[in-house]
């Protein structure tokens, strides 16, 4: 298991948009793994204060041992069908991204490693 915890602060006075951050973690082999990234604390600035969290890609071995790869939408405001979960067999790469603004925020990231995961999307 891979257990982190990060944060970001922006203030709505700084001269950027927001406080952004990727993250990429690269398994020695191809394992299965469940990814989840999710909120542990938010603190407002403003009224226009959020934070959008995700994960982007993906890559895997497939049952026959061929490199595949998903693409996810990046959070966002207008990005309902981002990926905060995402589970695959023969994991061995996965990359979130994190965007900030007018506000103080942390987050948690944990990989779980297991015998077999399911790769059910619900979708």
Known sequence: MICEWHWGSHTPSSDQWSYSKSHTWNLPKGIPTIAQISLAHYSENDDRARVDLGFTSVNYFDANGVPRFNTFTLPGQDAPDSRQQVARNGMFR?????????????????????????????Y
């Open 94 to 122: 996965i990359d979130a991204y994190v965007e900030i603004a007018n506000c103080d925020a942390s987050y948690l990231i944990n990989l779980f490693f297991w015998h077999s995961v399911s790769t059910y999307e619900g």
